[in-house]
């Protein structure tokens, strides 16, 4: 999904002053970030406000209303903007040199960050869940907002397959790939229950998609994984029956529209990055989390997740 990298040159000011949010991370991380986001839309009306991340992730980022993307392929260069056109600048991505480095190059009337050798601000609590560092880190720089505001705008597309369960059968990394064999077993039992299963995925994920329909014996037709551009997918999330998924922007977005889904967690700690309060269930086992995000093999908090604990939680969400 991701665009390739072009420069981008600063358009003129349109007379407002600039916000700027950097936070040049994937669509889950850009989804935990909403609450902060909705706090700085409404402690800002009058500023332009602008997102700095991929610029794949403009259709999600539309969701939020508001934001203006800015296309930035991480932390690898500055940021597409000369020095001290920004007048309020907000560090959402992290608390390390490279961030903070970034945030102090637009030299921004004001900074909103966590504490460092050269701004004030709170200390960086790694066991804080993501809603609630944002806005923690926003609340000491007195804005408010609020943890569990995650709602995304209805997409302005239609979702190909409304009522469709959809198995999210992919994953950015190999450590959060539920087995092939589990998510076929799943779908072969959702469709047995009456339920329209639907797969879904990005395009390098189509053949793993393909694999899964192949095993669960349903018609091709029903892998989604690379055809749906991003609007599409979330209107297929918002959308949906239920939704099964690893800890990723398939899981997020079904926390944003309240859409009933099943979490599997492998080396990610759901305290961390799990949904809010609402009809989603998280599965994993802690106690054999390896908890190594970028490992080729699935965590062994994943691999402990069997399909009858998935069939079990659809059940208990009352959709059996």
């Not at 999600?60 to 001290?84: C, I, R, S």
């Amino acid at each position: 999904m991701d665009a390739p990298h072009e420069a981008v040159v600063h358009e003129p000011a349109d007379g407002r002053p600039e916000l700027l949010v950097l936070r040049a991370l994937k669509l889950g991380d850009l989804l935990v970030a909403v609450p902060a986001l909705k706090g700085l839309r409404q402690a800002f009306p009058g500023h332009r406000l602008r997102y700095a991340a991929q610029g794949w992730l403009s259709e999600a980022l539309g969701l939020v209303g508001g934001y203006e993307l800015l296309p930035t392929h991480g932390l690898d260069e500055p940021l597409a903007l000369p020095p001290g056109v920004v007048d309020v600048a907000v560090n959402l991505h992290g608390s390390g040199p490279e961030s903070q480095g970034r945030i102090e190059a637009l030299k921004a009337r004001r900074t909103l960050g966590h504490r460092s050798a050269h701004r004030n601000g709170p200390h960086w609590r790694p066991e804080l869940h993501e809603r609630e560092r944002w806005v923690r880190l926003l609340e000491w720089h007195g804005i408010d907002a609020d943890p569990l505001d995650v709602q995304l705008d209805t997409p302005q597309v239609p979702s190909p397959v409304p009522g469709a369960s959809v198995l999210h059968v992919g994953a950015a990394y190999g450590s959060r790939l539920w087995p092939a064999e589990r998510f076929a077993a799943v779908a072969t039992a959702l469709t047995e229950a009456g339920h329209q299963v639907v797969f879904t995925g990005g395009s390098s994920e189509r053949d793993r998609a393909d694999e899964v329909c192949r095993l669960a014996g349903i018609p091709g037709t029903a892998v989604l994984a690379g055809v749906l551009g991003l609007g599409e997918f979330a209107a297929t999330i918002a959308a949906a029956r239920l939704v099964v998924s690893a800890d990723t922007g398939a899981a997020h977005l079904a926390s944003a529209y309240g859409t009933p889904s099943v979490v599997l967690f492998g080396p990610a700690p759901p305290e961390i990055w799990g949904p809010p309060p609402g009809p989603h269930i998280v599965l994993t086992r802690a106690e054999l989390r390896r908890g190594d995000t970028f490992a080729a093999r699935p965590d062994p908090a994943l691999l402990a997740v069997q399909a009858s604990d998935v069939m079990a939680a659809v059940k208990a969400l009352g959709l059996l």
